[in-house]
């Protein structure tokens, strides 16, 4: 069982920058790869970003060279850090945790967070 705690959301200004970190229980985080998610009222959840066990990263097209994820095996935290943020990034972000391989499907992840909202004004 691996329990997701999500942190760092909250409001900034269009070119801004937030870092989001999920803290994760359990001794068997680096056996996990670990995405990224966001949803927006009216639409799915889509893929932000993802990195392997390895430390290997994936990037959604439209985050890609905005955002870079990272993890932190000492500390069982996984972040996010956004850099030129746009409003169309405004959406709740939530970190799932996949026991074998990266994906970008959500129905394959095994462990949700709660979620943090992040909102980017004009």
């Known amino acids: 069982q691996v329990q997701l705690v999500e942190s760092g959301g909250g409001l900034v200004q269009a070119g801004g920058s937030l870092r989001l970190s999920c803290a994760a229980s359990g001794r068997t985080f680096s056996s996990y790869a670990m995405g990224w998610f966001r949803q927006a009222p009216g639409k799915e959840r889509e893929f932000v970003a993802g990195i392997r066990r390895s430390g290997g990263a994936t990037y959604a097209d439209s985050v890609q060279g905005r955002f870079t994820i990272s993890r932190d095996s000492a500390k069982n935290t996984v972040y996010l850090q956004m850099n030129s943020l746009k409003p169309e990034d405004t959406a709740v972000y939530t970190c799932?945790?996949?026991?074998?391989?990266?994906?970008?499907?959500?129905?394959?992840?095994?462990?949700w967070g709660q979620g943090t909202q992040v909102t980017v004004s004009s």
């Open positions: 799932a945790a996949e026991q074998f391989l990266l994906t970008t499907i959500p129905s394959q992840y095994d462990y």
